[in-house]
């Protein structure tokens, strides 16, 4: 329904992951954190999704729910013809050389006591029976794809720059050959001139092993160059899932502009020519997110259907799916949707 | 020195090194530069440039030791600050040069409200009592945006979003209508929604107020859109110096260039690949005797390993006044039509 393309790799459907809250003496469950609240994307073999948003919108939660680090609260994400929402554990641990996570810091994801054949190795030790020799002999060739001189097995993460860090941790993302890599703002941590060395070095594993990934990132620019097509975040949902070259070119929902319009392009005279959207105000809590559209409570361009009603992620132009009454449909979304359209909007307006 | 008015902030020639285990590390090497009043100098370098270290030494504000400055002149309207004794820097600190720290949840004191923390410079530097502080802090928290201002005097930081606790810092910087603004990194915590915020806030108050900014960033895209000059630090030095739209349209520093293409474009045509600088930035232990950059550089050569290329002038003007580099190769006349 989401997609044209044949067959995706990855196909995620209405996915929901709440955090539950408890709270008084009993500790009793008195809400949610909706942290991804019915997330529905594909990604076709060999592509790259871009996933963007401001901290708390949820797209880290997405990323681990989508490779099941999380046990999500509905929702499906078929992998490779499986869901693996549904796998029992044996079938999961099976599933997990197929699905692998480059993480954001990769000072903090890295065990600091193992050397650097044993980082790498450890996927090997855990999902292959090969003997020591094979498995010295991969690692040394996965380090070769990385980047890294062989000659440093038996170094300790700490001896290395931050940006040889996150080449450890791709080189072990890499060891049992993924088809779906979810990276995790894997760049964030890394100085500028350390970034393009990285992002480079992504492209060309993927373009030699034909892997798909999910680039979780704040860096607008930096994913722009790297997506195929962008999914962008607000409040636990997808406002906007366009093409790349589309969205950055013309957004189509309010916060997809607003989120360009903030980014600094470097070069003055743009700089000084550009018109900003500038957003008031806060992103409100996901535990209590407002009734309605989510954004409802920042957007400039909003409406009295907005407070009301939950816009439905459509396809609006070929290709470009967005959640937004401005583009016409009004049909209110998914199972909550018709009910909300009822309600009055208690939240007010918070401004 | 440069032309035009009296620079209000003039640093000459510092140098600041910090004594550790493994040697002498030369975090700021012979760093000059003058702020004019009422303008936004850039400075822009990579984690480990000596750019915070820049700042932090021209108040002091570094531990001695391990740090030690150990040359040069900060001349704060006519007055060197590195001879300042202790109750002199007080009195400069807070007072006459306001400082914004990168991370407004961690240079907040958790455990006073907003209001006593807006109030405290006020009381110290200028002698106002308890109603009359209570009166400008309020005033200053509504000029930096902050709704039903207040009733906020009696929050406690952690009741403050990110941007919200920035906009305090601000504030506090504020406070003393300091003639110097130093911001490090102010908007790096920051979302981009929020961080278009503050900085649309910080041109406001500029216009308003005239103070002049130091602004400290590694983000080249918040550097065009704000400065008036850049200033570009490499191992703890600085490697270029320009108008802003000079810079972006004629750098002349191998490693300024470098920087400018490893960033993708937001909009425009999208670059195939990416432009790397190899390599890691350098240690900078041991006395600086060649170019910081000349294991990353491509243009590198004999002079480059011998000797460390001084500051030398791109456009004919005085250094530190115009368009000036520090590197022995030069950069082949301008091929690119400047920007008008």
Redesign the interface.
């Known amino acids: 329904m989401l997609d044209a393309t044949p067959a995706p790799l990855v196909q995620v459907r209405d996915l929901k992951m709440y955090f539950p809250i408890y709270s008084g003496l009993m500790r009793r469950h008195s809400g949610n954190v909706k942290a991804v609240d019915g997330v529905s994307f594909a990604i076709p073999a060999g592509e790259t999704l871009g996933l963007v948003g401001e901290s708390g919108c949820g797209k880290s939660t997405v990323g681990r729910a989508v490779l099941r680090l999380y046990e999500p609260t509905a929702g499906t994400v078929v992998i490779d013809g499986e869901d693996v929402t549904r796998l029992p554990a044996e079938a999961l641990r099976r599933k997990r050389p197929a699905m692998q996570m480059v993480f954001q810091d990769p000072q903090a994801s890295l065990n600091p006591r193992m050397t650097l054949a044993r980082l790498i190795g450890e996927p090997l030790d855990e999902h292959t029976d090969w003997t020591q020799a094979r498995k010295i002999e991969r690692i040394q060739d996965l380090m070769d794809q990385v980047g890294l001189n062989r000659r440093f097995l038996n170094r300790y993460p700490h001896e290395f720059s931050g940006g040889q860090r996150q080449r450890i941790g791709i080189a072990r993302a890499l060891a049992l050959n993924p088809r779906f890599i979810v990276c995790d703002e894997p760049i964030a941590a890394l100085d500028v001139s350390i970034q393009a060395q990285v992002v480079n070095l992504l492209e060309d594993l993927q373009e030699k092993l034909g892997l798909t990934y999910l680039f979780i990132s704040h860096d607008l620019s930096m994913v722009r160059h790297l997506a195929q097509r962008v999914a962008v975040m607000y409040l636990g949902r997808i406002a906007e899932l366009s093409p790349s070259k589309d969205l950055y070119a013309r957004p189509l929902h309010p916060y997809a502009e607003a989120l360009l319009s903030a980014v600094n392009e470097p070069d003055p005279v743009i700089a000084a020519a550009r018109k900003r959207i500038i957003l008031k105000g806060d992103v409100p809590s996901p535990a209590n997110p407002p009734q309605g559209c989510n954004f409802c409570t920042r957007c400039p361009k909003v409406m009295d259907i907005c407070r009301t009603v939950k816009p439905a992620l459509t396809e609006v132009e070929p290709g470009r799916l967005v959640a937004c009454h401005l583009y016409g449909i009004t049909s209110a979304a998914g199972p909550t949707g018709a009910s909300e359209a009822t309600e009055r909007n208690q939240q007010g307006v918070t401004q | 020195m440069p032309d035009g008015a009296q620079p209000v902030l003039d640093v000459r020639g510092l140098k600041t090194v910090f004594r550790t285990r493994g040697g002498e590390v030369h975090a700021v090497n012979d760093v000059s530069f003058a702020l004019r009043p009422g303008e936004l100098l850039g400075v822009v370098g990579?984690?480990g440039s000596g750019k915070s270290v820049t700042m932090m030494s021209l108040l002091r504000l570094l531990p001695e030791p391990p740090a030690e400055i150990r040359g040069g002149q900060v001349l704060l309207a006519g007055r060197d600050i590195l001879k300042l004794d202790a109750e002199g820097l007080r009195q400069v600190r807070g007072a006459k040069v306001g400082f914004v720290f990168q991370d407004p949840m961690t240079s907040l004191n958790p455990v006073f409200t907003v209001g006593m923390q807006i109030m405290e410079p006020l009381r110290a530097h200028k002698g106002l009592d308890k109603a009359a502080a209570e009166k400008r802090a309020v005033e200053l928290l509504e000029l930096v945006g902050i709704p039903d201002a207040r009733k906020r005097l009696y929050s406690y930081p952690h009741q403050f979003?990110g941007?919200?606790r920035q906009r305090v810092m601000i504030a506090i910087a504020l406070a003393c209508d300091p003639d110097v603004l130093i911001a490090d990194e102010p908007t790096t915590a920051l979302?981009?929604?929020?961080?278009?915020?503050i900085?649309?806030l910080v041109k406001e108050l500029r216009a308003k107020l005239g103070m002049a900014i130091i602004w400290i960033t590694?983000?080249?895209?918040?550097?065009?859109?704000i400065?008036d000059r850049v200033m570009v630090m490499y191992g703890g030095q600085v490697v270029e110096h320009a108008p802003?739209?000079e810079l972006?349209?004629n750098p002349q520093h191998p490693y300024t260039r470098?920087?400018?293409q490893?960033?993708?474009?937001?909009?425009g045509a999208?670059?195939a690949?990416?432009?790397?600088?190899?390599g890691?930035?350098p240690i900078l232990t041991g006395a600086p005797a060649a170019c910081p950059f000349r294991a990353r550089c491509e243009y590198r050569h004999d002079a480059c390993d011998r000797q460390n290329p001084a500051r030398r002038a791109v456009d004919g003007q005085p250094v530190g006044g115009g368009h000036d580099v520090a590197c022995h190769w030069h950069a082949p006349a301008r091929t690119e039509a400047a920007?008008a």
């Open positions: 990579e984690s979003s941007g919200m979302d981009v929604t929020i961080q278009a915020q900085l649309e590694h983000d080249l895209g918040v550097i065009a859109g400065a802003v739209r972006f349209a470098a920087l400018l490893t960033i993708p474009k937001i909009s999208r670059e690949r990416l432009k790397v600088i190899e890691q930035p920007h």
